[in-house]
């Protein structure tokens, strides 16, 4: 090679490389050319290019700038870059083979929500926050009026799930700690479920309320036509009511039990999760329990199964909501449910339920290797007599039962206000009050109850 041409060629080199430099620099391709509002302008480091905004608001973090994803340091990771699409169901954002689903997503400094099958969702309310119709945040609800000032609830905001633990909105620990009503439709108890029966449990030191909605059984279930289903949800959004004019807490229980597997009636829940989940999407007060007690022959494949299918529902409506999935052999599992968990992770949390009389050891060790293993664990239902809600009550496994969930700070559910001729029965059978309870008005289990609430 003569000197010309090796003149000609080191120009052509260098020429090379300054294009491929500049096709390596972020900037709008064409396959990412929209957002132009978005001011600012590309920089780089030793570590990699990043985002710096013009108007001082410093760089771009956990977001898409211009189609570039840039990472929770702020730097642009090349194999995330990604770009809208559209179809006749609408628009979805995706990268490579990765697209947002139940999610939200900051796009050039402005906040998507993408559905359960990945599209942008328009017009509608999130949880607290709206979108309009490009899909945008475009403003938060005002909640702070919803519940009494000092109320659980108001000081607690929107519960989340850290770890294996249950804490309030700004992260503190916290404790769910309440009663579970009867059958919402018995005679034993549905005369129970008004303001003023919460108040009395609330002054206890209780702060939630658990509405048992039975699917069959022969007692007026959801699921039958025995009691008018209007009936029934005016009697569940009472209940909703009552709670949070006091600032407690409300689980809407979807209790199935002589159903056994929550797959018999997957099509119901479907329509009364998508219900209620749209109903109180802007209420931080309630949580969402979707199958009491799995029994018989059902496996946690098959619950699981139920879960992956029910928890998008309410996702699509309540992004944050506190979901309960309870576990085979009368919610006893979850162990079983650790090692295998459901597809969401957000806000999810693994029923167990215990009778002291004859739940033990066994049964805390369960609980023991689930949070091992990274599960969270809620009580949504437990009593210190025998299961069948009868028998003795068991004061010294009731005592192994309290030490064992204060020490893991584990929220609980006591069962239930009702006046049943039964042990597990809070209220004497005796007794015709309806809320007011004293001392005297209440079974030993009731008087248990009562103390364990106030204590700290």
Known sequence: MNRRT????????????FIFTLWQMPGDRSEAAAAKSVAGSWKKDSKGWWYKFS??????????IKGYWLNKKGYWVTKWDGKWHHNAKGWWFQAGSWYPKNQWLRIDRKDYY???????????????????????????????????TD???????????????????????????????????????????????FKTVQSWGANTIRLAVYTEGGYGGYCETSVPRSTLDQTIENGVAYATNLGMYVIIDWHILSDNNPN?????????FEKYSA?????????????????????WAEVKSYADTII?????????????????TWSQDVDEASKNPVKEKKNVMYVLHFYAAEHKEWLRTKITTARNAGA??????????????????????????????KDNNLSFIGWSLCNKDEKAAFIRHDCSKHSGWTESDLTDTGKYYKNWFGEN
């Not at 000081?155 to 770890?163: I, K």
């Not at 309440?178 to 479920?193: D, K, L, P, Y």
């Open 6 to 17: 090796r003149k000609k060629a080191i120009v052509w080199l260098l020429l090379a490389a």
């Open 55 to 64: 108007d001082g608001s410093g760089y771009a973090k956990n977001e898409y």
């Open 114 to 148: 993408f559905d359960s099958q990945g599209y942008m969702v328009t017009n509608r309310w999130i949880g607290r926050y709206y979108v309009d119709k490009n899909g945008v945040w475009t403003k938060t609800r005002n909640i702070s009026d919803k519940y009494p």
């Open 151 to 197: 109320s659980p609830a108001a000081n607690w905001g929107a519960l989340q799930v850290n770890g294996v633990d249950l804490c309030s909105e700004s992260g503190e620990k916290i404790q769910l700690k309440g009663v579970s009503t009867f059958g919402i439709i018995w005679s034993e108890g549905c005369e129970n479920i008004n303001q003023e029966a």
């Open 264 to 272: 018999k009636y997957i099509e119901e829940a479907k329509s009364f």
């Open 279 to 299: 109903k109180y999407a802007d209420y931080t007060n309630v949580l969402y329990e979707i199958c009491n007690e799995p029994n018989g022959s059902t496996t």
């Open 312 to 328: 998008p529902i309410i996702r699509k409506h309540d992004d944050d909501a506190i979901i309960l999935v309870g576990t085979p």
């Open 376 to 405: 969270p664990v809620f009580i949504s239902e437990c009593n210190i007599c025998n299961a069948n809600g009868d028998g003795s009550v068991d004061y010294s496994s009731a005592s192994e039962w309290k030490k064992f969930i």
